[in-house]
Nanobody, 124 residues
Framework: QVQLVESGGGLVQAGGSLRLSCAAS????????MGWFRQAPGKEREFVAA????????YYADSVKGRFTISRDNADYTVYLQMNSLKPEDTAVYYC?????????????????WGQGTQVTVSS
């Protein structure tokens, strides 16, 4: 059974940092991309960042470039999202996702696997 389990969310003041983790299990993900999405109350889910397991190519939404960094640990199939200089508008539930298609992952459609989400709240 494939599982993506997020952790690391919480409450932080504006300007602060958080690191989210996503532990992947249940299959081999070497051909996959792993991504992060977020959904704020009343808003649509949006792409945040993605990384290829093989090669480590990264992709970012313009809104987080220069502030967020996605990385992976191949040894234990964990993906991280380091979030710095957080803003109140970064407040959302953050979801981990996995798919073999960068197109599907960028638009969040027909994605193979999703995590359950972790709440990030940034206070002003």
């Amino acid at each position: 059974q494939v599982q993506l389990v997020e952790s690391g969310g919480g409450l932080v003041q504006a300007g602060g940092s958080l690191r989210l983790s996503c532990a992947a299990s249940g299959r081999t993900f070497s051909s996959y991309l792993m991504g992060w999405f977020r959904q704020a109350p009343g808003k649509e889910r949006e792409f945040v960042a993605a990384i290829r397991w093989s090669g480590g190519t990264t992709y970012y939404a313009d809104s987080v470039k220069g502030r967020f960094t996605i990385s992976r640990d191949n040894a234990d199939y964990t993906v991280y999202l380091q979030m710095n200089s957080l803003k109140p508008e970064d407040t959302a539930v953050y979801y981990c996702a996995a798919d073999e298609s960068v197109f599907s992952l960028r638009i969040g459609v027909n994605v193979d696997y999703w995590g359950q989400g972790t709440q990030v709240t940034v206070s002003s």
